[in-house]
C-alpha cells in the first residue's frame, strides 16, 4: 500500500490524471445521442401543451382508450423538451441533457469529496458512479429526477455539517420537481428517512428537518392533479409492469458496474466511521439497492445514494488495511498506471468525437429497429383510423400520423392505459392465449406489425397484407382498408437503404 494512499494525500499529478479521467468518462458516457423511443411522445405531448395552453386530462392519441383519464406526471418535462427543440433542434435537446446530466455528477463529486481526500478513491468510485449513471442518462424526464436526488443529499449533507439554512430550499425544490416527473416520491422518501435519523441522532436534535419535510410534502400537492397524484404514484409503482426496465437487474454487462458497486457497498460496510451520523445514508442506499435489484430502472437512482457512503467505507477500509501492510507502488509502476489513465481519457474523447461528428452531433437512432418506410407509406397515403402497434412503436407513429391515426398502446403507459389493454397488446403481438382480444373488443381497423414478429394476424383470412419491408407490415381488414385509404400503398416497396436515423 502506497505511503499516498495511506495518508490520503497525493501528488497533483495523480489529482490531474484522475480528474481528467473522470471528465473524459462524463463526455464519453452521457454524451450519448440515440434516441429513446418515448423521445417522439414527450416531443409531441409538450407540443401538443404549448399549443393548446392546457394540460390533456382525457386520452386522445389512442383509440383503446379514448376519453379515459390521463394523469401526466411528466407535463412541464415534456414543456421545456419541447419548447428546446422547436428553438435548437435535436442538437439543443443532446445538449441540454448532457448539461443536466454532467451538473448531476458535480453535484454527486461535491458530495464524495467531502467523505475522503483520496483522488484515488474518489476516482475510483466516481467512474463506477459513472457507468451506472450512463444506463439512465438518456433524453427522458428521469434525468430531473436524478439530478434533484443529487442536489437533496448535498443539501442534506450541509445542513449536516452545520449550515442549517439551506434545508429551506427543499420545499421549492419539490415544487418544481413534482411537476418535472413523478420521482419527486423518491425524494420527499430521502428526506423523511433524513428527518427521522435527525430526530433520534442524540445531540443537536431540531424539529426543523420535520417542518421542512411536511413543507415539501404539501407544496407537491400544487400539480394540476393535487393531492391524488401521490396516490396514483403509488398504485403506478405497486402494478406489473411487462417492460426490460422493470424486470430484476441481470449480471450481464450492461449492469456489471452496478453489482461491482453493490458489492463493494456491502463488503465495506463494517467500515462506516459513523453510525449514529452516517447511518441513514447507508440505510438509504440499502434499501434503494434492495429496489434496483428488483427493478433495473433504480439502478442510477442506488449510484446516486450509494457513492458517498461507499467513498467514505472505501477511503476507511484502505486507511485501515495501510496500517498492516508496507506494501507500496514502485515509481516505475505508478508511472505506467498514470499514463495509462492518461491514455484512456484521451482515447474516450477521441471516441466521443468521432462518434459526433459521423451523426452530425444530432440524436441517432437505428431505423431498422422502428417503421420509418411503413410510415411514411401510411403518411404518404392519407392514413388515418385506429391503427394497433407494439408499445415500441406507438410514439413514433403518433409524432408523424396523429391527430389522423390513433394507436393501441405508447409509452404513457401506467399513466393512462389499465392493465387489461397493456395485456391485450401486449397477447396479440406475441400470439399469447387471448391474442384475439385488440381485434375484437377495440375498433381495430389496421395492424402495423414488426418483421418476424409472431403476431398471428397473418393466419386470419379476413385481413389483408396492404404493406410488407424488411422492417414492418401493415394488415388492414378485407372490408376496412378503403376507410383507411391504404388501396394505394405499394405491398412491396423497393429494397430501401436506409441510413443511421437522424432524429426525428
Same mark, same amino acid.
Given at each position: 500500500?502506497?505511503?499516498?494512499?495511506?495518508?490520503?494525500?497525493?501528488?497533483?499529478?495523480?489529482?490531474?490524471?484522475?480528474?481528467?479521467?473522470?471528465?473524459?468518462?462524463?463526455?464519453?458516457?452521457?454524451?450519448?445521442?440515440?434516441?429513446?423511443?418515448?423521445?417522439?411522445? *414527450?416531443?409531441?405531448?409538450?407540443?401538443?401543451?404549448?399549443?393548446?395552453?392546457?394540460?390533456?386530462?382525457?386520452?386522445?392519441?389512442?383509440?383503446?382508450?379514448?376519453?379515459?383519464?390521463?394523469?401526466?406526471?411528466?407535463?412541464?418535462?415534456?414543456?421545456?423538451?419541447?419548447?428546446?427543440?422547436?428553438?435548437?433542434?435535436?442538437?439543443?435537446?443532446?445538449?441540454?441533457?448532457?448539461?443536466?446530466?454532467?451538473?448531476?455528477?458535480?453535484?454527486?463529486?461535491? *458530495?464524495?469529496?467531502? *467523505?475522503?481526500?483520496?483522488?484515488?478513491?474518489?476516482?475510483?468510485?466516481?467512474?463506477?458512479?459513472?457507468?451506472?449513471?450512463?444506463?439512465?442518462?438518456?433524453?427522458?424526464?428521469?434525468?430531473?429526477?436524478?439530478?434533484?436526488?443529487?442536489?437533496?443529499?448535498?443539501?442534506?449533507?450541509?445542513?449536516?455539517?452545520?449550515?442549517?439554512?439551506?434545508?429551506?430550499?427543499?420545499?421549492?425544490?419539490?415544487?418544481?420537481?413534482?411537476?418535472? *416527473?413523478?420521482?419527486f416520491v423518491l425524494g420527499l422518501g430521502i428526506v423523511g428517512l433524513f428527518a427521522g435519523a435527525d430526530l433520534l441522532g442524540g445531540k443537536g436534535r431540531s424539529l426543523r428537518p420535520w417542518i421542512v419535510f411536511i413543507a415539501s410534502a404539501a407544496v407537491t400537492s400544487l400539480n394540476p392533479y393535487g393531492p391524488r397524484l401521490l396516490f396514483y404514484i403509488w398504485n403506478e409503482l405497486s402494478r406489473a409492469h411487462p417492460i426490460s426496465e422493470w424486470q430484476p437487474a441481470s449480471m450481464e454487462a450492461a449492469q456489471f458496474a452496478f453489482f461491482v458497486m453493490l458489492g463493494?457497498?456491502?463488503?465495506?460496510?463494517?467500515?462506516?466511521?459513523?453510525?449514529?451520523?452516517?447511518?441513514?445514508?447507508?440505510?438509504?442506499?440499502?434499501?434503494?439497492?434492495?429496489?434496483?435489484?428488483?427493478?433495473?430502472?433504480?439502478?442510477?437512482?442506488?449510484?446516486?445514494?450509494?457513492?458517498?457512503?461507499?467513498?467514505?467505507?472505501?477511503?476507511?477500509?484502505?486507511?485501515?488495511?495501510?496500517?498492516?501492510?508496507?506494501?507500496?507502488?514502485?515509481?516505475?509502476?505508478?508511472?505506467?498506471?498514470?499514463?495509462?489513465?492518461?491514455?484512456?481519457?484521451?482515447?474516450?474523447?477521441?471516441?466521443?468525437?468521432?462518434?459526433?461528428?459521423?451523426?452530425?452531433?444530432?440524436?441517432?437512432?437505428?431505423?431498422?429497429?422502428?417503421?420509418?418506410?411503413?410510415?411514411?407509406?401510411?403518411?404518404?397515403?392519407?392514413?388515418?383510423?385506429?391503427?394497433?402497434?407494439?408499445?415500441?412503436?406507438?410514439?413514433?407513429?403518433?409524432?408523424?400520423?396523429?391527430?389522423?391515426?390513433?394507436?393501441?398502446?405508447?409509452?404513457?403507459?401506467?399513466?393512462?392505459?389499465?392493465?387489461?389493454?397493456?395485456?391485450?397488446?401486449?397477447?396479440?403481438?406475441?400470439?399469447?392465449?387471448?391474442?384475439?382480444?385488440?381485434?375484437?373488443?377495440?375498433?381495430?381497423?389496421?395492424?402495423?406489425?414488426?418483421?418476424?414478429?409472431?403476431?398471428?394476424?397473418?393466419?386470419?383470412?379476413?385481413?389483408?397484407?396492404?404493406?410488407?419491408?424488411?422492417?414492418?407490415?401493415?394488415?388492414?381488414?378485407?372490408?376496412?382498408?378503403?376507410?383507411?385509404?391504404?388501396?394505394?400503398?405499394?405491398?412491396?416497396?423497393?429494397?430501401?437503404?436506409?441510413?443511421?436515423?437522424?432524429?426525428?
Amino acid at each position: 500500500m502506497s505511503s499516498e494512499a495511506r495518508s490520503g494525500n497525493a501528488p497533483d499529478g495523480w489529482k490531474l490524471a484522475w480528474m481528467l479521467l473522470l471528465a473524459s468518462s462524463v463526455v464519453y458516457f452521457f454524451w450519448t445521442n440515440e434516441a429513446d423511443n418515448d423521445l417522439w411522445g *414527450h416531443l409531441l405531448f409538450g407540443r401538443d401543451i404549448l399549443a393548446s395552453r392546457t394540460i390533456p386530462r382525457l386520452d386522445t392519441y389512442a383509440y383503446t382508450t379514448i376519453g379515459q383519464p390521463w394523469v401526466n406526471h411528466e407535463w412541464l418535462s415534456q414543456v421545456l423538451m419541447a419548447a428546446v427543440y422547436d428553438w435548437a433542434g435535436s442538437a439543443g435537446l443532446l445538449v441540454s441533457k448532457f448539461a443536466i446530466t454532467t451538473t448531476t455528477f458535480l453535484l454527486l463529486l461535491a *458530495h464524495v469529496r467531502r *467523505h475522503t481526500q483520496s483522488p484515488h478513491v474518489r476516482g475510483v468510485i466516481g467512474l463506477l458512479a459513472i457507468a451506472v449513471l450512463a444506463r439512465g442518462f438518456g433524453i427522458r424526464p428521469q434525468v430531473f429526477t436524478y439530478f434533484f436526488v443529487a442536489l437533496t443529499l448535498l443539501l442534506l449533507d450541509e445542513y449536516g455539517r452545520g449550515r442549517r439554512s439551506v434545508l429551506w430550499l427543499l420545499p421549492g425544490m419539490f415544487l418544481i420537481w413534482v411537476n418535472l *416527473h413523478g420521482g419527486f416520491v423518491l425524494g420527499l422518501g430521502i428526506v423523511g428517512l433524513f428527518a427521522g435519523a435527525d430526530l433520534l441522532g442524540g445531540k443537536g436534535r431540531s424539529l426543523r428537518p420535520w417542518i421542512v419535510f411536511i413543507a415539501s410534502a404539501a407544496v407537491t400537492s400544487l400539480n394540476p392533479y393535487g393531492p391524488r397524484l401521490l396516490f396514483y404514484i403509488w398504485n403506478e409503482l405497486s402494478r406489473a409492469h411487462p417492460i426490460s426496465e422493470w424486470q430484476p437487474a441481470s449480471m450481464e454487462a450492461a449492469q456489471f458496474a452496478f453489482f461491482v458497486m453493490l458489492g463493494l457497498f456491502f463488503a465495506t460496510l463494517v467500515f462506516m466511521r459513523d453510525w449514529r451520523r452516517d447511518g441513514w445514508q447507508a440505510a438509504l442506499a440499502l434499501g434503494v439497492g434492495f429496489l434496483a435489484l428488483r427493478h433495473q430502472r433504480h439502478t442510477p437512482v442506488f449510484a446516486l445514494c450509494a457513492a458517498a457512503p461507499l467513498a467514505m467505507q472505501v477511503d476507511s477500509a484502505v486507511r485501515w488495511l495501510g496500517q498492516r501492510s508496507t506494501f507500496a507502488l514502485s515509481p516505475a509502476a505508478r508511472r505506467l498506471i498514470g499514463a495509462a489513465i492518461v491514455l484512456l481519457a484521451a482515447l474516450q474523447f477521441a471516441l466521443t468525437g468521432i462518434r459526433g461528428w459521423s451523426s452530425g452531433f444530432q440524436i441517432t437512432f437505428n431505423a431498422f429497429e422502428y417503421p420509418v418506410a411503413a410510415v411514411q407509406a401510411l403518411r404518404d397515403a392519407g392514413a388515418g383510423g385506429n391503427i394497433a402497434v407494439p408499445l415500441d412503436w406507438g410514439e413514433y407513429v403518433l409524432w408523424f400520423l396523429a391527430p389522423q391515426v390513433r394507436v393501441s398502446l405508447d409509452g404513457r403507459f401506467a399513466t393512462v392505459f389499465p392493465e387489461r389493454v397493456v395485456e391485450d397488446n401486449f397477447n396479440f403481438f406475441s400470439g399469447a392465449p387471448g391474442w384475439r382480444r385488440l381485434l375484437d373488443q377495440y375498433p381495430t381497423q389496421a395492424v402495423l406489425v414488426p418483421a418476424g414478429w409472431p403476431c398471428p394476424i397473418r393466419t386470419l383470412a379476413d385481413w389483408q397484407l396492404a404493406y410488407r419491408d424488411r422492417s414492418a407490415e401493415v394488415y388492414v381488414r378485407s372490408n376496412g382498408g378503403e376507410g383507411l385509404r391504404l388501396k394505394a400503398m405499394p405491398i412491396e416497396p423497393p429494397a430501401l437503404r436506409l441510413p443511421l436515423g437522424i432524429f426525428p
